[in-house]
């Protein structure tokens, strides 16, 4: 398929919704870097925002903001019910059973820190296994690596294939009487990979072991379930689906939250204090110490509405559609090749070049107006696997077109003539 | 931004043939520099002839910037005395640090084609491992040498 034609060919929509038309919602994509319209291709790393998370924002800036759960006042009551009502959509768009089940955290990484510090750490024994796969981010190593130091566990992880995908089979090996927990990520950022979880999840049930999963790349790409899935945990950060930085969210089954012990102390998490004893707060406020990011949840929740009126799936689609179209692309780009080949993917590209490293493609693509990753995408393991140093990596979001993919495609070729 | 500026013909010819390229064994001194955020990793070896450095080569894997860099020095370096090498140390690198920088790319020979670095933030590091990694070599340094 010829490259122009396949961008003017026809009109990109995502459900009933022209891309043109998203675009506008999104002031940031809205000009030129180096001289070149800015085409940006590191949705992985953080995604952009549209108008209506803005001005939610700035607009509980300008008129609501007080302290939550505290005053009597009228400022801090619109500040609680906006809190409090952000919980009730994010549960809402994870169909989790109750509010109390949602836990705002910093991030991701806070989410998986809580669970390995308050869940995992009290009940494990020397010996006892906590496994993971090859494929992990950093943030759902490095904790659970924490936790074995302390308590003389030991971490276990199941092997990829080739193609970047979870070995299965040695997976199956390598659960056992031992295992407290599996932690995998849904969707792997380094290579794109979606982690068929559910069959996982099904055998980890029969052995009795719960799941959490690293859900940070998944969340923006397709419709997630909890109680369909039957995780136990499910991590994910605001600012990878059109929200800010800085929040994000823990999905833990109330049964387990209920008889995990607070992880850290201060306000907003107690009910009564004395200096000879404090009870604890019920859920989820438990596990909220301090002034939380009242902002950053109802940004997180005005983001859910917006992804929402696209429709989760409708996103699922066309995101689909521009990989189709990327990997089709960068394969023909002579000494390009593709890290991470697994039959399901997101809408992420990692690939290598002969005789140019990634940090350089980095650098030239930016002077051509466009914005990915290079490096090892906080998955060093990843790349030791497939024995390179790094990759360069493309990831899309539903507001990218398929004239982005061609732009993208361009700068490499000016890449092979910068470098000769 | 002009790319030029950071990857001109004499970057590009060192990065496509870079010159010294391999170990000295045995060699006087030796260190490893390791970028591991970006993937630049190299070893450098030295034979030194008293105080001066008689040969040095560099081996390992990084960008152009970075490849480019370690293959100048040790064109620039070899027959250069430890003290020199110190002058020279400072000098590249308040080349590529600063951006008021007094040095005159021109009096630093081929080496002044890495002047453009600075224009580009993300990139000093890369440039400055191998200065970094030979210091620490010349130094008797164990730990690998890391410029992020």
């Known amino acids: ?420 | 931004m002009d790319l030029k500026d950071l990857y001109r013909d004499v970057i590009v010819d060192h990065n496509k043939h870079p010159r010294n390229f391999g170990l000295i064994d045995p060699a006087d001194a030796h260190a490893d520099g390791h970028n591991p955020l970006c993937g630049d990793q190299l070893t450098i070896t030295v034979r030194l002839d008293g105080d001066v450095i008689s040969d040095v080569k560099f081996e390992g894997s990084g960008c152009a910037i970075s490849t480019a860099s370690a293959s100048l020095m040790t064109e620039a370096v070899r027959g250069k005395s430890k003290r020199d090498f110190d002058s020279l140390h400072d000098q590249v690198h308040d080349m590529l640090t600063h951006h008021d920088s007094t040095i005159d790319p021109s009096s630093l020979g081929k080496l002044g084609a890495l002047s453009g670095v600075r224009e580009f933030p993300a990139r000093v590091k890369c440039a400055t491992l191998c200065w970094h990694t030979l210091q620490a070599a010349l130094l008797n340094h164990s730990q690998p040498v890391s410029t992020e």
């Open chain 1, 1 to 420: 398929m010829n490259a122009s034609l396949h961008s003017s060919a026809f009109t990109a929509k995502v459900g009933s919704v022209e891309v043109t038309t998203i675009r506008r919602d999104f002031p940031i994509l809205n000009q030129q870097i180096n001289g070149h319209p800015l085409a940006y291709l590191d949705n992985a790393a953080s995604s952009q925002h549209p108008q209506s998370v803005i001005d939610a924002i700035s607009h509980y800036y300008q008129h609501d903001h007080a302290n939550v759960h505290r005053g009597v006042h009228t400022l801090s009551q619109r500040a609680t019910e906006q809190y409090e009502g952000a919980r009730e959509v994010v549960r809402a768009f994870v169909n989790a059973h109750s509010t109390k089940e949602i836990i705002f955290t910093r991030g991701t990484t806070e989410a998986i820190n809580l669970v390995a510090e308050s869940f995992i750490r009290p009940r494990v024994q020397p010996g006892d296994e906590i496994l993971i796969s090859a494929l992990e981010h950093h943030a759902n190593i490095v904790p659970w690596q924490h936790v074995c130091k302390h308590t003389g566990a030991v971490l276990k992880v199941i092997p990829i294939t080739q193609q970047g995908e979870v070995d299965f089979a040695a997976f199956e090996q390598l659960i056992g009487p031992r295992t407290k927990l599996l932690a995998l990520a849904h969707v792997s950022n380094a290579l794109g990979t979606i982690v068929p979880v559910e069959k996982f999840i099904t055998v980890a049930k029969r052995h009795g072991v719960p799941v959490l999963l690293d859900g940070a790349q998944a969340i923006p790409h397709s419709m997630v379930d909890v109680q369909e899935l039957g995780c136990d945990f499910y991590c994910f950060s605001a600012h990878k689906l059109c929200g800010p930085t800085g929040i994000g969210v823990l999905y833990g089954r109330e049964s387990l939250l209920d008889a995990m012990p607070p992880w850290q102390g201060g306000g907003d998490m107690i009910l009564t204090v004395s200096f000879e004893k404090t009870t604890y707060n019920q859920l989820p406020w438990k596990f909220e110490a301090g002034t939380p990011h009242i902002a950053g949840a109802i940004g997180m929740a005005a983001a859910i509405k917006y992804l929402q009126t696209l429709g989760m799936n409708n996103i699922a689609a066309y995101e689909s559609g521009l990989l189709d179209y990327a990997t089709d692309q960068l394969r023909r780009v002579p000494g390009l090749k593709i890290i991470g080949t697994a039959f399901h993917k997101a809408a992420v590209v990692s690939f290598v070049i002969d005789g140019i490293h990634p940090h350089d493609l980095g650098t030239i693509l930016d002077s051509q107006g466009v914005a990915i990753r290079t490096g090892h995408h906080c998955a060093m393991p990843v790349m030791t696997f497939y024995k390179i140093p790094a990759t360069a990596r493309a990831s899309f979001a539903f507001y990218n077109t398929f004239a982005e993919i061609d732009q993208l495609i361009a700068a490499l070729a000016h890449a092979r003539e910068v470098l000769g």
